[in-house]
């Protein structure tokens, strides 16, 4: 790949932060979405906190990241693939535009990174030891390669070197060592002729991997998962050849700029195949299946080029139940009239659909099995409730539909199976909630970031069924009274309050009369402390627990985690644990996930302690500066096998 200069840079940088609208919400240095971002907080942040407040996006805010691109450490690049990843799959803000930017960004750290040489020599040493460790104590056809879920492996081995290491464990089951930008078809050969055995394979985000690789990969005829993309070079005729894997149950296909109509169609003959995601295709417009398929059931052509004719052949998907056509450019009110015939249906994704109208529930209202329909952020208005007020819909996602108000959300009260709803980001109001609550069984109500919502407001659910789970993430409401009314909700399970700045050790108090709560997020709730983590360790039912940014939180709080007797989950990323606080969650033994990310005074001699954590099955410890590859390899040498599955992160080792 050819180099960027700093001027190439930026003129692909403003080529697509040109196209992002400005929607009406400021984010320059002076709003308040850019507090607290100082030059010591990396990139990932502030793509954090755009994905958080989804309407922000504009030319001030892509200028900040051009303006403060430099500041950047490279240690953090792992963070943004991360975000990449995670925003392939998203569709409601605009993701399309930041995986393109990000995509720009990370290029511009990988060729900037002079000292990757070391790390490589370092890294390399650090796995080859691990993989060992893992083959003496269990039997070579258990194992499971890690590279891609490592960032000191995706970005300190060069593709070669991932390869080698692959090759040498010839029963290997699965392989990721996605982003390695320089892959060639003759690695990806080498590693498809010895891995003969591999059943999941992910390969994603190539520049230089051509048909040859899939033709490759077709080879592998125990297969059953396969992720691929992010290859400009592939075109139709590589597709076809994954029509060779007949044992494959999962293919997932995305950002395939050559892919159309003919390359997808032989998909359709294998017979095992029950999940496929075809997305960011924008050449995909139209499916050709020909004869009637009996085992496909799940389907996503997430932003294709799909358009009205397009759909007219899934009826031939005889047992197709899920279907997901969010941010479809193309799909109109016409469009969804040729799902009328698939008779099997039962949920339909939707989301950001923009030529959608009301007319479109005229239609939906007639398919006779739907239970779960997502339309977040679309321009649907109250007509559109009303049409499918009769409906059976045990699920509902209206998240983002500004065209809502009080008397559309009046006609969920009629939705009588209703138990999921997400209304973040709309209007809802007292009254209209009061309606919902008091006709329906709903059990999962999320209130994020809606700007009427109040105590009266929360005072005004009725509960028919009692509510298990009530995310109020982002609002900022929050009094003694709010938690008076929380705690009359005797039978939740999961409480949601992140990012309520509001919240502090008094209320954490008031959440001790929910005897059943199982898991509480608090991430960003800075006026809690000790007393109130204190407090939290009465709650005996918790198993999981996030205190992600609580950074008034010392080790003091941790040791009273430790008690409760249920714990599997605990975030504590962002936080000022030091090794006591490591020393004091080694009596944590039931603990199966933690994350310690970001967490700067942590140390190797605080891993010592998490050894004794037996079915730890998630370890965390990315960009951790004082962890070491000393600390590293202890961990490899003393935690079980399913604690080095593709959960266990580690940071980039430091030079």
């Not at 003759?186 to 520049?207: A, F, G, M, R």
């Not at 029950?274 to 004869?291: A, G, N, T, V």
């Not at 009239?337 to 950001?352: A, G, Y």
């Not at 606080?581 to 970001?598: F, I, Q, R, W």
Request: net charge negative.
């Amino acid at each position: 790949m050819e180099l960027l200069t700093e001027r190439a840079f930026s003129e692909k940088l403003h080529e697509f932060t040109s196209q992002s609208p400005n929607n009406g919400y400021r984010f320059d240095e002076e709003s308040s979405l850019m507090r607290g971002f100082t030059r010591a907080n990396p990139l990932s942040n502030l793509f954090q906190t755009f994905a958080e407040n989804p309407r922000s996006t504009n030319q001030a805010m892509c200028n900040w990241i051009l303006k403060h691109l430099n500041l950047l450490k490279l240690h953090h690049l792992s963070d943004l693939i991360k975000l990449r990843e995670q925003w392939e799959r998203q569709i409601e803000y605009k993701s399309a535009l930041f995986v393109k930017l990000l995509t720009i960004i990370i290029t511009k750290f990988q060729t900037d990174g002079k000292d990757f040489e070391e790390k490589l020599e370092l890294s390399s040493d650090f796995f080859s030891e691990s993989a060992k460790i893992k083959t003496k104590e269990y039997h070579a056809s258990q194992i499971e390669f890690i590279l891609a879920n490592d960032p000191v492996a995706r970005f300190g081995f060069s593709p070669q070197r991932c390869v080698e290491l692959a090759m040498r464990y010839k029963d290997l089951l699965s392989v990721n060592i996605s982003v390695c930008s320089y892959l060639k078809d003759i690695e990806c050969q080498k590693l498809t002729k010895i891995c003969t055995s591999l059943e999941s394979l992910t390969l994603s985000h190539y520049e230089t991997l051509q048909d040859k690789s899939l033709e490759n990969i077709s080879e592998l005829h125990h297969l059953r998962y396969l992720r691929f993309g992010g290859c400009p070079e592939i075109t139709n005729l590589g597709i076809k050849e994954l029509s060779r894997l007949q044992n494959l149950e999962t293919l997932e296909l995305h950002h395939l700029d050559n892919v159309d109509d003919q390359g997808i169609k032989p998909l359709f003959s294998i017979p095992s195949l029950s999940d496929l995601s075809l997305e960011c295709l924008p050449k995909l417009e139209r499916l050709d299946i020909d004869s009637e398929n009996n085992h496909l059931i799940k389907l996503s052509l997430l932003n294709t080029g799909m358009h009205g004719a397009g759909l007219k052949k899934l009826v031939n998907l005889t047992k197709l139940k899920n279907l997901s056509l969010a941010a479809s450019k193309k799909i109109s009110d016409e469009s969804i009239t040729d799902l009328l015939p698939i008779k099997t249906l039962e949920t339909l994704d939707l989301t950001n659909c923009p030529k959608l109208t009301d007319a479109a529930s005229i239609v939906l209202s007639q398919l006779p099995n739907l239970t779960g329909l997502k339309l977040g952020w679309s321009k649907i208005s109250d007509d559109f409730l009303k049409n499918i007020s009769q409906m059976k819909l045990k699920h509902l996602n209206i998240k983002g539909c500004e065209n809502i108000e009080s008397k559309g959300f009046s006609y969920l009260r009629h939705l009588h199976n209703l138990i999921s709803l997400d209304l973040q980001w709309t209007n809802v109001d007292k009254q209209a909630l009061q309606e919902i609550t008091l006709e329906n069984e709903i059990k999962h109500l999320q209130l994020d970031n809606c700007p009427k919502i109040d105590n009266d407001t929360l005072r005004s659910i009725k509960h028919k069924e009692p509510l298990e789970y009530l995310s109020l993430t982002g609002n900022s409401f929050f009094d003694e009274d709010t938690f008076e009314i929380i705690m009359e909700m005797k039978q939740l399970k999961q409480l949601l309050l992140a990012d309520c700045a509001k919240i502090d050790d008094a209320g954490i108090q008031k959440l001790t009369a929910l005897k059943h709560l199982q898991a509480i997020n608090l991430q960003g709730c800075n006026e809690i402390t000790d007393a109130g983590i204190k407090t939290l360790s009465e709650m005996t039912a918790l198993r999981s627990i996030d205190l992600t940014y609580c950074t008034k939180i010392t080790d003091e709080g941790i040791r009273h985690l430790t008690k409760l007797p249920h714990l599997k989950t605990l975030k504590l990323n962002w936080t000022r644990i030091t090794d006591k606080g490591l020393m004091y969650l080694g009596e944590a033994v039931h603990l199966n996930a933690l994350d310690l990310s970001y967490c700067e005074n942590i140390t190797d001699t605080g891993l010592i302690h998490l050894g004794n954590l037996a079915f730890l099955e998630s370890l965390n410890i990315m960009n951790c500066p004082q962890i070491t590859i000393a600390g590293k390899k202890y961990l490899f040498s003393v935690l079980t096998l399913e604690s080095l599955q593709r959960n266990f992160v580690f940071s980039p080792l430091q030079t």
